[in-house]
């Protein structure tokens, strides 16, 4: 679904299934972010398709972190000249114990390897310019990308509408989380694309919800 110019979201909004919602901007450079679970890819292509986007013209695919269900779909988009990126720190998770975190899930650990690794800071994308934050908390190489031009934050897992990532995974780390929660408050959003559930638009809207999810969870985590 197109939401605004150069900004696609395809929210996962499925109870039975879990898998991570997606999001493409397009522009010079063409960024999917968080494939998602393999079985949806060919249905997200299609989506896009419908949204007169054709998937064959990424170029680069970024994931905020390697939990599952936001990367084993990478490979079905990851032609031939197409990047990817994520941050070194899960790398080194992915490495040392990401496969068994795929087979908790009954999954087999996806092949494929980042092109390059992100670090906090900015990052060009043809006529863009977007900043990457390293996010640790609910795993230790989480980021979130912040798009100045729409004041777009896709926040991963670190924060949802109405909730927090867990911290209970390999990895996680309470105290971070809160950290980069609070890091992430200081942007300036008006639409917050959160790594599952509905998306939240409004600057006022998004204000209300880190106010509210620093004091429902901040005190339990
Ligand atoms: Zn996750």
């Not at 696609?8 to 960024?31: A, I, R």
């Amino acid at each position: 679904m197109k939401l605004k110019d150069g900004v696609f979201v395809y929210p996962w909004t499925s109870e039975q299934e879990n898998n991570s919602s997606s999001y493409l901007f397009t522009g010079k450079v063409n960024l999917l972010v968080d494939p998602g679970l393999k079985f949806n890819a060919e249905n997200l292509k299609e989506q896009m398709e419908e949204d007169g986007f054709d998937w064959k013209n990424i170029n680069l695919i970024i994931n905020t972190h390697l939990h599952p269900d936001h990367c084993e779909g990478d490979p079905a988009f990851k032609r031939k000249d197409v990047l990817l990126a994520y941050h070194q720190e899960e790398d080194k998770m992915f490495k040392s114990f990401g496969r068994q975190f795929f087979e908790l899930f009954g999954l087999e650990p996806p092949d494929f390897q980042a092109d390059f690794f992100l670090k906090d800071g900015d990052l060009i994308l043809g006529e863009k310019n977007v900043q990457v934050y390293h996010t640790p908390g609910h795993s230790p190489g989480s980021i979130c990308l912040y798009f100045p031009d729409t004041r777009c934050l896709v926040s991963g897992d670190l924060i949802f509408y109405g909730g927090v990532g867990r911290t209970d995974f390999p990895g996680g780390n309470g105290r971070l989380l809160k950290q980069s929660i609070e890091r992430m408050e200081t942007l300036d959003i008006d639409c917050l694309l959160p790594g599952h559930g509905e998306i939240l638009q409004g600057a006022k809207e998004i204000k209300e919800n880190f106010r509210l999810i620093k004091r429902n969870y901040f005190g339990l985590i």
